[in-house]
């Protein structure tokens, strides 16, 4: 850049190499023994250094000023004709009335801006490209890597880099910077994006100097995500996994303060130490996960900085009450290419939705006062960054707002506010100097000077040529003149003569190429060549040589004679964009506002009480407050909004005690044996629409478990089928917790492929094997002393021994069902459901001596070797031995006709209606230990009901409407309603879409929208495969 | 022989002695005329009778009706007093006989390797054997189209019955389709996300390369089939020469709209009789199948819809959109042990705008008539085979259809199956009734 010609008007020279090397070896001196992650400057000169220098060294303070400028300090205070000075790379003085030091360059900036130069919080500049992402372990075909391979002294998991420091692997990249400064931008701050700990940031110019002058401070940040990156270890494979791994890194990390003996040396874990004093910043990437890592940072007393993904305005109370600043990266979707109907079937009104209105995402913070920095992070070309900002502006991002997030918020979270971030003495001399107000969309930036270095962005313009000027060439035997007119805008310029006949007129840097057409056919041209004059004081004199309409050669001079009559820069107002409404949950079944709770008579329905009173015809319900407030007859409505149940049925919402809907980003953490550390709590999505879709088949509590790819797997979470709130607002409170177990098969990986022989266990006998040393270890844990690492693992497993949490064990064949209960007698635990449990019937009676129940499917059999023996009457055996006996769905698509799949024990088994019912209601709510408030229809206890259109153990059973806590979230007639708004919602946006594609607007490949649809048996035939993951097939 | 009268009460089974599974006999072909008497008579084409009869004999249905006159000697005359009589149920599309252990590779006979093998033919891999079938005819299944997958020409099915010593027992109609395994075509994710334009890797061309493959190799079958005399023999194109003369039909296995035209497209080159199995978005062209004629093989209902703002209930009303919009479909079950759940899928078509008769007719005449078999079987007619079932009430719906009997060409099958005989054995170890 440096290279390039200056712009005219601008005196010559501007500091060169050798001044460089000169301020460069002032600042490597202190740097390296003065402070210790202090931002450079305040320090006298010297001229040391311990680099050479090949020839005659030339050291230089470069005192520059500049005048005239429309000086922008900060974003709330501007000084109109004011000088700004610097002096070896900082600022000396900025003010209307600023003394202008004699040894100072003088730039006159009449008609500029001046603005501190921005800062990127969120940057990988000048970091080691990172390997693509290799796919491992389970299903990918390669065995599993249990342990970490970084090699030395570092912890076990490749996914903890705590001891990565940027500013070692940190190399200039000129060409990156480049871009950058191109984009407004004087410094970064700059990390390794990878891993889940990411180790510490550097805070960096853009100076393109020695790295040793360009670092401002070695240790400026910690960085943290959810993204094991480049790790090849399998541990963890999930979101979950990744959220434990964090928690337990703290707690470890403070054991570790104690120098355990046998820890040894650990630097991972040193280093996670040393750097919790710096400012944390995590990689949150998306809404939720910015609560659940704002959640961990809670739990441990730290407030992250929270780097989003872009649709965190779908959910603006929930970021506010992080307390967090975000970190906003402006890289929107594009406009996807739908004018393929059948392509653009398989695109989600909600991805439509978020491609209009991700750049309202500033804004929204802003209205909302969330703190918030913006980044170039994300952006697949930094180089849309101002363009991106300036739609952002659009869609209701304030300029002044823009640029606080850009200078002052960033500089003050990094406590470098006193270097950076404004103009003002003493401070850096990073900044930028602009045509106009920096963010208008017309606004050129001519320079960007960083440390005091100059870079050239732009120079054409610089000076505002046009005006009328009289050409006269001169002739050995005299001269003619041509008035002509210089017009356009300061970047590009044309020329006319006085008969408007259009020539041309080129300017790059200080030389010149005017064209002059006497005839409009250009047959008579004079063409010349020039400088621009660049004497002080005499400006636009133009002289230089060139040929006259008759070919002649000539010699020539331009006078400027007038300025153009003064035009007001008209910047077109753009109009607010029309936008759609936000959804919650951000699906096409959202809501635009929660539904509200609203005191209920269900009048004149059959009642399937599940009490002691049984089926009850012609009966009254009411709900007052979310509860069940009276069943009878003739009940007076008094306010509550009457539903007549006439010829329909009232039953208790359906309870699923086996579901893996609503979950983030992996059901199995599968890569230990053990990972009872692990919590579906932490991952609940409350987007996933099978939330709404199993509303409408009744079902209004789902247990949503862990996978069954190891022994002891997650913790797991119920939830209310509360579809629109957060996942929070989801969870079922004060429940008891519960934890999912699992034999046979799956654990023992039978069905994974050849390559997965090395997990431990690999048949039944390890899997008991696995079970008795967690609960030794437990044990031993238990009874430790208080000094003991904090191992959550472990207090998983104590709860168990404790009565505090409580197994649902997936099981299938007798043998490993009588392990588990001959195990838990031995190590004094209660195994509370045996889920799946298809051979149940055959050790009934053992089951019920230990006061286990059992959830299973209703007839499901034949797709792997351990369900040979599985039969449909296995509920009703259970059953009459005495069991509380549950049917589950373990199943997306089930989940919806879980009534149904109850009555198929009417048929197999010969099993009472009312009975059968439970199976799906009360009983699942027993075995949860929430029958108290779900599961019968009785006063007190939670509005959670559904009216059938039909029997509700028959096929023909519509659930018209479901409510939960009282709270009607699926109702029949409504869903017509959503379905033509959704249908409306997407022609609309489709329309858009095509609108961007006419203009000419880049438009992706219209990408199916994929939902997360899991089962226990992940990996496993039994299920159904969903045409969407076609999609996806690598 | 007297004239005998055989009661069935409630729910009570009409087996009671339990026999190992080893020990439960592929029935006898039928000798004498059989009556059953007083059922609720749905005959599969819409029609029913109420307080019916229906007579067969030797294999075939020979009375049907409200007034039939039971002949008054040498006859069985059963009197299913309340209870509900149906067509055979038909599982159209099945790798039943074809595997045991879905996830135990040894007993999975289903897939051959390669992209284009006519010439496959299910029939012979057919376990009669498998403890599966049983469980099927438990359910009122008494025939089962087998269907070999994989690759893009996957082989032959044939039409089974479900009572059979062997395979060549059990067939039905043999060979009579060949399969072909639509590629997907659907743009494919971006791996390097959604925003991005990414490789130039495109599904839907990678696809339709395969899809004109297919082709040509069927045009050149053609002309192999039309010339007289080969030097050389082309097994793969002799397989495929019933489809050139209307012997079989063209099963495309395709689900979404583009596949679905591209399919229609085979009907209309080649001039043969094409049948859709899948169907997931059919009801998004009704007009392209039926201006061709070319009925389908829906998938299950009980599906979760395609997209997320789909509507909820989609799969579930798809059977009534086609049979509004006057499309000739069956209703399938994905897999083998899972076709027992058939009936409730017709069931829940009915719930979502079809009538109980039309559902029916979608597992059973409909089915009959897309298999090539609606001669011989799928409704309860004079003259086509016997393959009857009882029902002690609605067999569409779990809560009230409990089989009685069954007959597979006239022959009564034993309903006994490894289920009943698990619960019996436990029912014994905890002294339940």
């Known amino acids: ?1034 | 022989m007297k004239k005998t009268f055989i009661y069935i009460l409630g729910l009570s089974l009409s087996c009671t002695v339990l026999r190992a599974q080893e020990t439960v006999y592929p029935a006898k072909p039928q000798q004498g005329l059989v009556f059953l008497k007083n059922a609720t008579i749905h005959v599969g084409n819409g029609q029913v009778i109420q307080n019916g009869t229906i007579g067969f004999n030797n294999g075939k249905i020979t009375a049907v009706g409200a007034n039939v006159a039971i002949p008054a000697d040498d006859v069985k005359v059963f009197d299913v007093n309340g209870q509900h009589i149906y067509p055979g149920l038909i599982a159209p599309e099945s790798n039943l006989g074809l595997t045991e252990v879905e996830a135990v590779r040894a007993t999975n006979d289903y897939e051959e390797v390669g992209e284009i093998n006519p010439s496959v033919r299910s029939i012979v891999s057919y376990n009669t054997d498998s403890k599966v079938i049983a469980t099927l005819r438990t359910n009122g299944i008494l025939l089962a189209q087998v269907t070999p997958q994989g690759g893009l020409l996957s082989g032959s099915s044939s039409v089974v019955q479900l009572d059979a010593w062997n395979w060549e027992d059990a067939a039905y109609k043999t060979d009579n389709g060949i399969h072909f395994f639509m590629p997907r075509l659907m743009p494919r994710a971006n791996p390097f996300g959604s925003s991005g334009t990414g490789p130039a890797t495109d599904a839907v061309k990678a696809a339709m390369e395969k899809v004109a493959s297919v082709k040509s190799f069927l045009r050149e079958a053609q002309a192999y089939n039309a010339g007289e005399k080969h030097d050389e023999t082309n097994l793969k194109y002799e397989a495929v020469k019933g489809l050139f003369n209307r012997s079989q039909k063209l099963y495309i296995h395709a689900n979404l709209v583009k596949e679905l035209i591209v399919a229609a497209d085979f009907a209309k080159e080649f001039d043969i009789d094409v049948v859709i199995v899948g169907g997931t978005d059919a009801w998004m062209i009704t007009d392209v199948l039926k201006q061709y004629g070319i009925p389908v093989i829906l998938e299950q209902p009980h599906n979760l819809p395609v997209m997320q703002d789909d509507d909820v209930d989609q799969p579930y009303k798809t059977p009534a959109q086609l049979q509004k919009a006057g499309i000739l479909f069956c209703i399938s079950n994905e897999g083998f042990w899972q076709q027992r759940n058939l009936p409730f899928n017709a069931g829940t078509a009915a719930a979502y705008g079809m009538t109980k008769e039309e559902a029916l007719s979608a597992v059973t005449l409909n089915a009959a008539k897309i298999l090539g078999i609606g001669d011989k079987t799928g409704s309860l007619e004079v003259g086509k085979d016997a393959n009857i079932v009882v029902s002690t009430g609605d067999i569409l719906d779990m809560k009230s259809s409990v089989i009685t009997r069954a007959y597979i060409q006239g022959r009564e099958i034993s309903l006994e199956d490894k289920h009943k005989q698990l619960y019996e054995r436990y029912k014994y170890k905890y002294d339940l009734k």
């Open chain 1, 1 to 1034: 850049m440096k290279s390039n010609p200056l712009p005219a008007g601008t005196p010559l020279p501007v500091q060169g190499k050798k001044h460089r090397r000169f301020l460069a070896a002032r600042l490597r001196y202190f740097s390296v023994t003065a402070f210790a992650g202090c931002l450079l400057a305040g320090f006298t000169a010297s001229a040391q250094q311990t680099w050479p220098v090949n020839g005659v060294a030339g050291p230089r303070e470069s005192c520059y000023a500049f005048t005239h400028a429309t000086i922008v300090k900060d974003a709330q205070n501007t000084l109109k004709d004011a000088t700004l000075v610097i002096r070896d790379g900082k600022i000396t003085a900025v003010g209307a009335g600023a003394a202008i030091p004699k040894d100072a360059v003088v730039i006159d900036c009449k008609g500029k801006f001046i603005y501190p130069s921005f800062v990127d919080i969120y940057s990988d500049y000048g970091m080691p490209a990172i390997a693509p992402r290799t796919f491992s372990g389970r299903g990918g075909g390669a065995a599993p890597q249990m342990l970490s391979n970084t090699k030395g002294p570092y912890g076990w998991n490749q996914s903890i880099k705590s001891e990565v420091n940027a500013v070692q692997v940190f190399s200039a990249e000129e060409s990156k910077a480049k871009t950058l400064r191109e984009q407004g931008f004087g410094i970064v701050l700059s990390h390794q994006h990878d891993g889940i700990a990411r180790g510490t940031g550097v805070l960096v110019s853009l100076a393109s100097e020695r790295e040793n002058m360009t670092i401002l401070r070695e240790k400026a940040s910690a960085h943290y995500s959810f993204d094991k990156g480049t790790s090849t270890q399998d541990y963890p494979s999930s979101l979950m996994g990744a959220i434990a791994l964090l928690r337990q890194q703290y707690l470890d990390a403070q054991w570790y303060k104690g120098n355990p003996a046998k820890e040894g040396v650990n630097l991972s874990l040193q280093s996670w130490n040393d750097n919790q004093g710096l400012l944390q910043v995590f990689d949150a990437a998306d809404k939720w996960n910015a609560l659940r890592a704002d959640k961990i940072g809670d739990e441990f007393g730290v407030q992250y900085v929270i780097k989003a993904g872009g649709n965190e305005y779908q959910r603006i109370p929930e970021m506010a009450a992080t307390k967090a600043t975000f970190i906003l990266p402006l890289n929107y979707p594009q406009a996807m290419d739908v004018e393929d109907p059948n392509d653009a079937r398989f695109v989600a009104l909600a991805d439509m939705k978020h491609w209009e209105l991700a750049p309202t995402e500033a804004g929204a913070f802003e209205k909302a006062n969330i703190p918030f920095c913006l980044t170039t992070a994300d952006l697949k070309d930094a180089k849309t960054f101002l363009a991106n900002l300036r739609k952002a502006i659009e869609y209701g991002l304030s300029e002044q707002k823009a640029l606080e997030a850009l200078t002052k918020t960033p500089a003050t979270l990094l406590k470098a506010y006193d270097r950076i971030g404004s103009l003002e003495a003493g401070k850096l001399a990073n900044f930028l100097i602009t045509s106009g107000p920096v963010f208008q969309d017309n606004t050129v930036f001519f320079q960007n000077w960083v440390q005091g270095n100059q870079y050239v962005l732009k120079s054409e313009g610089w000076q505002d040529l046009r005006g009328t000027y009289n050409i006269t060439l001169t002739y050995p035997s005299g001269s003619a003149t041509y008035p002509v007119t210089i017009k356009g805008t300061p970047s590009s310029l044309s020329l006319v003569n006085k008969d408007t006949i259009p020539g041309k007129i080129e300017v790059d840097g200080q030389l010149v190429k005017i064209v002059i057409n006497n005839k409009k056919d250009n047959s008579q041209q004079v063409r010349l060549s020039g400088v621009i004059g660049q004497q002080p004081g005499v400006v636009n004199t133009w002289s230089g040589s060139g040929t006259d309409d008759k070919g002649q050669a000539v010699s020539w001079e331009a006078k400027f004679v007038s300025a153009l009559p003064s035009k007001e820069d008209t910047v077109k107002k753009k109009s607010a964009p029309q936008l759609g409404k936000v959804y919650f949950p951000f699906s096409g079944y959202g809501y635009e506002t929660l539904p509200a709770q609203q005191d209920v008579l269900i009048r004149n329905a059959t009642v399937w009480t599940n009490e002691k009173e049984g089926k009850l015809e012609n009966t009254d319900v009411l709900v007052r407050n979310g509860k069940i407030a009276q069943v009878g007859k003739n009940l007076s409505a008094g306010s509550a909004r009457v539903i007549d149940g006439t010829g329909k049925h009232l039953t208790a919402g359906i309870l699923d005690e086996h579901s893996h809907i609503a979950i983030s980003r992996g059901v199995n953490e599968g890569t230990q044996s053990v990972t009872s550390e692990v919590r579906i709590a932490d991952v609940v999505n409350p987007d996933d629409v099978n939330i709404y879709r199993q509303l409408s088949g009744g079902v209004t509590s789902s247990h949503l478990l862990h996978g069954s790819a190891n022994t002891i797997g997650g913790q797991s979470q119920l939830i209310k089928l509360r579809w629109g709130a957060n996942a929070e607002d989801l969870k079922f409170k004060n429940w008891d917790g519960f934890i999912k177990f699992a034999l046979g098969e799956n654990v023992k990986q039978s069905n994974w492929g050849d390559r997965q022989r090395v997990r431990f266990p690999q048949t039944r006998m390890g899997v008991e094997q696995v079970l008795a040393d967690a609960f030794t270890r437990a044990k031993d844990y238990q009874k430790a002393g208080p000094n003991k690492r904090r191992d959550l693992e472990l207090d998983a497993l104590v709860e168990i021994l404790n009565n505090k949490r409580f197994i649902t064990c997936h099981s299938y064949v007798q043998s490993e069902i009588n392990m588990l209960l001959k195990t838990g007698d031995k190590y004094g635990f209660k195994v509370n459901t045996f889920t799946h449990i298809l051979e149940g019937y055959k050790v009934a009676d053992k089951m019920k001596a230990h006061g286990a129940g059992a959830s299973t499917f209703a007839d499901w059999w034949a797709y792997k070797m351990e369900v040979i023996d599985a039969i449909p009457q296995n509920a009703t055996i259970m059953q009459r031995v005495g069991l509380t006996v549950a049917i589950n769905s373990d199943d997306a698509e089930m989940a919806r006709r879980l009534n149904q799949e109850a009555a198929k024990s009417v048929k197999y088994g010969g099993m009472g209606e009312e009975d059968a019912l439970k199976m799906v209601t009360l009983n699942p709510a027993i075995l949860l230990h929430v029958a108290d408030r779900i599961g019968s229809i009785k006063a007190g206890k939670d509005a959670d009901l559904v009216l059938w259109s039909d029997h509700p153990l028959s096929i023909y059973a519509k659930a018209e409407k479901t409510m939960v806590d009282g709270i009607v979230y699926f109702d029949r007639e409504k869903d017509l309603e959503l379905r033509k708004r959704i249908s409306e919602e997407r022609n609309r946006l489709i329309g858009k879409m095509l609108g961007e594609k006419k203009k000419g607007a880049p438009v992706g490949r219209p990408v199916p929208s994929r939902e997360e649809i899991y089962h226990c048996e992940d990996l496993q035939a039994g299920h159904q495969h969903h045409i969407l993951d076609d999609a996806y097939q690598q």
